[in-house]
């Protein structure tokens, strides 16, 4: 469309058709700070393109909708980036007005969070948790390599594997290793591990060739704001972890559609009847080791000749960050983790504690 056609309706206010091409637009816009874009009709989308990309562009102005549009068409309209709709009827004076919007959503917020998957992505998720639940189904007592090869063959390059390089960490790193040697491994360094994790990390690092390791920390304006002392465990442990675990694993996981745990169901707790794969609404979680007993990880170590962490020898049979690590009387047990508190997981495995991250705008959905 040319600039011509662009009308000016103010000195520092442009309207547009909906159908203007967005490079004439953002050309046309310069300098204005209130657009308005008209639709000439309800059933015409192309306003809505429009308006999501101006904003994706910076235009952060005064951005409003004009034509016959519908009161169920407002919801939507906002989420492109409208600050205003000017809904125009034949049969009466323009008015504002939002019902609550429709039921489904079609595109996604321009550059933005939102809590609401879109239609494509709700169909998506569905499809990801039939798969999920059929692979449960046919992976019920298998072996962690008969898991991890089915895994990469469904979910390959799209699956990460999380590992605290703790007690038993090796054993799922070595199997990563050896099926599926290119999948990223996440750790998550909360600053508050023992300095023996650090280094025995690195050992494994070389001793295993790993090649892909992603080390995720937690913000630093996070940090400041909310744990400025570093003493957040000792209030709030359930913060804390969000702070220094769940959010920062929810910022990197929007590349993935799975990812591999070291879970197992002797490790008790919601843990103890974990199934070889599972859906959590949002993402897969592939559990190799889940049907393994405590004999079976120690045979393993055995055979495959895996360094122990150094603090296995003392008695921490589980090991995370050392505020909240003490050592266990049984080899697998979680008794040394968070004890005194009335939890055993720090979060990432809990749903409910993804969606609460995911709405503060650490996650967005793809
Ligand atoms: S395990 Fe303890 S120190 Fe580590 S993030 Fe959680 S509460 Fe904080």
Redesign the pocket.
Known sequence: MALDALRRIESHSVELPGDAAPADAEAAIEGADRVVIRFPTFKDGRGFSLAALLRRSGFDGELRAAGPLLPDQVDDLLRMGFDAVDIERPDGPARNRNTGGAPYIYQPDPGAVTARPTALQIRALAARKATAEALAKELDGATPEAILIRAAQVYGGRMAMLSSFGAEAALGLALVAEIASDTPILFLD?G?HFPQTLSYRDRLVKHLGLTNLHILKPDEAELRNEDPDNR??DRD??A??D???VRPLGRALDPFDALITGRKRYHGGQRGDIPAVEFDGERVKINPFAFLSPQDVADRYKALDLPRHPLAEDGYASI??????APADEPGSRDG??AGQDRDE?GIFDPARAERAKRAGAVRLI
């Open positions: 909360t508050m957040l465990y442990g359930v804390c972890c702070l220094r675990k995370g960050c050392w505020p909240c690590t983790r968070w720090c």
